[in-house]
């Protein structure tokens, strides 16, 4: 029997607040992931449907929907040599889904009711806010779903971090990044808080790629060494 849109509301509300769902998400997940892409298109409208520079499928929230699709298969490619217990596809695409409703917030049109300065704070804000609230789930996932610990949570989840941001800052597709570094900003707008915040990401994120890739190589090496004496 197919679970009830009320039973897919409070399982999803439970994943947001760091609790295990029912047993049902296995079972139907296509109902889980269709919910999930649901929040995930409209978080990529609320995102975009203001900015002056993204393209019609950013608009759509066409682009935030292919994104999950390609993190979930990166997520579970990079965590997979670290031999995770329960570990596929399709659990990591439905929990990445099921993370999207806090993001959101991004809908909020600040800038209508704000001042500039505090539109930019409030952008700022959410998004630290969203970000650090699925970094710290996907913490959780790896810890609970994934039965991983110690050094290969924290590589795993900072790992396929900073990939993400160094490409999203060499692909330029917030067009914003090669502005700030050559100067040529344009217009103020709501969202130049939160463009500083990506560029200063993206920067850490280079720096510390290399040492978190080093990192990950030794945790895959004891896993299969682990394995072979198990």
Not at 74 to 82: D, G, N, Y
Not at 204 to 221: G, K, T
């Amino acid at each position: 029997m197919q679970p009830s849109f009320g039973r897919i509301i409070v399982d999803a509300l439970g994943v947001l607040m760091f609790r295990r769902p029912s047993a049902a998400i296995s079972e139907y997940w296509p109902s889980y992931l269709a919910f999930g892409l649901f929040f995930t298109g409209l978080a990529g409208i609320g995102r975009y449907w203001d900015n002056p520079r993204a393209e019609w499928w950013q608009q759509l929230g066409l682009g935030s929907i292919a994104y999950v699709f390609v993190l979930a298969l990166l997520l579970w490619f990079v965590v997979a040599p670290l031999r995770p217990k329960r570990w596929s596809y399709q659990s990591v695409l439905v929990f990445l889904t099921l993370t999207a409703p806090p993001a959101v917030l991004y809908a909020i049109p600040v800038e209508r009711f704000l001042p500039l300065s505090d539109a930019q704070a409030a952008n700022a804000w959410f998004l630290f806010v969203v970000a650090a609230w699925r970094v710290a789930l996907l913490v959780w996932f790896l810890r609970s779903a994934a039965g991983l610990s110690g050094g290969a949570v924290g590589v795993a989840t900072l790992l396929p971090l900073t990939l993400i941001i160094v490409a999203l800052g060499v692909l330029n597709l917030e067009h914003v990044v090669f502005e700030i570094m050559s100067g040529n900003r344009g217009a103020a707008s709501g969202n130049d808080m939160a463009y500083g915040v990506v560029f200063l990401l993206t920067s850490l994120s280079l720096i510390a790629a290399p040492f978190l890739f080093i990192a990950y190589v030794v945790l895959v090496f004891r896993a299969y060494r682990r394995e072979g004496e198990s």
